[in-house]
T-cell receptor
Framework: ELKVEQNPLFLSMQEGKNYTIYCNYS?????LYWYRQDPGKSLESLFV?????AVKQEGRLMASLDTKARLSTLHITAAVHDLSATYFC?????????????FGQGTRLTINP | NAGVTQTPKFQVLKTGQSMTLQCAQD?????MSWYRQDPGMGLRLIHY???????DQGEVPNGYNVSRSTTEDFPLRLLSAAPSQTSVYFC???????????FGPGTRLTVT
């Protein structure tokens, strides 16, 4: 059964610092998603990574995928307070003939001024 | 486009009551699904549908029923609510099972 693990689960950092969130998964998959969730809100899609070596960047966030290592990273550069949120990775798997997203536990990121 | 809409936003039920969570999308997406979100556990798939008239169970289907009579609507029914069903429920849709999913705003359900 596919398992997705994120670390760290909680991260408190100062503005201006860099940090990386890791997402490991247990079986083969070629698609990985990163979502952002603000408190009490829905999930907002950040990145869709479709192949080995894929790298996508949006502002201060950069995501990458290594399917051989079954690892994705979400790198935050020069963090700002507005990036405080919970970040989820999700791995796409075929299950009973249909798509199932398996989510990591989420990383709660707090950025302090 | 309104995207994916869900009603109600909040609901409190007593144990044993039944209710239906509504989900609708106006993007002509074939694939729709229901997830529940519990603290520290990410989201888990309850039921999904690959098109009108076709539904199937996800990983945590017990206590829930679904139907898909139209492309637009995918209601989730709680047959006899239990405190273990206290959760936040998200509906999602995508063009096809291999495409990115779009999530609705969620329904926060409390069962007492």
């Amino acid at each position: 059964e596919l398992k997705v693990e994120q670390n760290p689960l909680f991260l408190s950092m100062q503005e201006g610092k860099n940090y990386t969130i890791y997402c490991n998964y247990s079986t083969t998959s070629d698609r990985l998603y990163w979502y952002r969730q603000d408190p009490g809100k829905s999930l907002e899609s950040l990145f869709v990574l479709l192949s080995n070596g894929a790298v996508k960047q949006e502002g201060r966030l950069m995501a990458s995928l290594d399917t051989k290592a079954r690892l994705s990273t979400l790198h935050i550069t020069a963090a700002v307070h507005d990036l405080s949120a919970t970040y989820f990775c999700a791995v796409d798997t075929l299950w009973q003939g249909a798509q199932k997203l398996v989510f990591g536990q989420g990383t709660r990121l707090t950025i302090n001024p | 486009n309104a995207g994916v809409t869900q009603t109600p936003k909040f609901q409190v039920l007593k144990t044993g009551q039944s209710m239906t969570l509504q989900c609708a999308q106006d993007m002509n997406h074939e694939y729709m699904s229901w997830y529940r979100q519990d603290p520290g556990m990410g989201l888990r798939l309850i039921h999904y549908s690959v098109g009108a008239g076709i539904t199937d169970q996800g990983e945590v289907p017990n206590g829930y029923n679904v139907s898909r009579s139209t492309t637009e609507d995918f209601p989730l029914r709680l047959l006899s609510a239990a405190p273990s069903q206290t959760s936040v429920y998200f509906c999602a849709s995508s063009y096809d099972f291999s495409y990115e999913q779009y999530f609705g705003p969620g329904t926060r359900l409390t069962v007492t």
